[in-house]
Structures are given as C-alpha cells and as structure tokens.
C-alpha cells in the first residue's frame, strides 16, 4: 500500500459522482436532474409543513370546537390529607406560607396555589394559599387552624 492507491471505506462515502447543472456534456445538465417545470424544480422551493399537494390538509380538513380562554388562571391544588401528613411527618409545625410550599416541592415558585378538601385536618394550622375550597376552609378552621387568602 501506498498514497497512490489509499481509498475510503467501503460505504463510509456518499457524495454523488457526477456534479449536477455543469454542461450537457456532464449528463446531468439542463435540468440538473430536477425534471420539468413544477415546483419542485424552482429554486427557493421548499415543501410547506402539512402540505398535501394542494388537497385540502389535515388540520384544515378537521372540524374545531370550543375555545381557549386566554384569562384561565391554573391553580396547583393540594389536599388536606397531604398536609396533614406532613404534620405528621414534623416537616411543618403551626404554619404553612407559601415559601414553605415551594421548599416541600408541592409547587413550583409562580404557581397558584389551591387548597382542596380531600381528607381530613386534625391539626392547627395557619395556611396561606390563593385559594380555599369551601370545604377545605370550613375543616381548617374546626381544626383550630386559620385560611388566609394571599
């Protein structure tokens, strides 16, 4: 083996042989192997996502329904039972703000956070949250605890 007959791989390159565009006589001339007319033969071309060939597409084609409210606000709800156990666990003592919520990682930190009725409460604790169910504020407060709104 020497420099003289060095070659790559078997299958390690896929450049095409022939330079396209570059004269008749290269045989890939004219057209540059891109057919006739149409838009694929156009520079600039490039297929738009969903396109289908000018039938109508698919997310033009399906009904839509409903609407999105740009207003909705998204609570991370958290139950009674789920703080209760932590009282039991001694990760909170008499309070739980909003900071602590983070901290335990039942919320993250631009989270809204609601308070929900799930289970019950038998300790005293002051909560603050942005919002209290009905049901979850009642069995706070006959708990001995106290619902704050932020």
């Known amino acids: 083996m020497n420099l003289s007959n060095i070659q790559p791989a078997d299958g390690s390159v896929h450049k095409n042989s022939k330079r396209l565009g570059r004269g008749q006589g290269s045989g890939k001339g004219g057209t540059a192997a891109r057919g006739h ?25 399906v ?3 409903g609407f999105k409210n740009i207003n909705r606000k998204d609570y991370q709800g958290i139950n009674l039972d789920t703080i209760q156990g932590l ?13 602590t919520i983070v901290s335990l990682r039942l919320a993250r ?3 809204l956070v609601k308070i929900l009725g799930r289970g019950e409460l038998k300790a005293a604790v002051k ?11 009642a069995a706070i407060e006959a708990a001995g605890g106290e619902a704050i709104e932020l």
Do not use: C, N, W
Request: no cysteine; hydrophobic share 25%; charged share 40%.
């Open 37 to 61: 007319k149409g838009a694929k033969s156009r520079s600039g071309y490039s297929k738009k996502i969903g396109f289908e060939g000018g039938q109508m597409p698919l997310q033009r084609r």
């Open 127 to 137: 909560i603050s949250a942005h919002k209290f169910t009905a049901t979850a504020k």
């Open 109 to 111: 930190k631009h989270e």
């Open 63 to 65: 009904p839509k329904f």
């Open 87 to 99: 009282v039991d666990d001694k990760r909170i003592k008499d309070s739980l703000e909003h900071d």
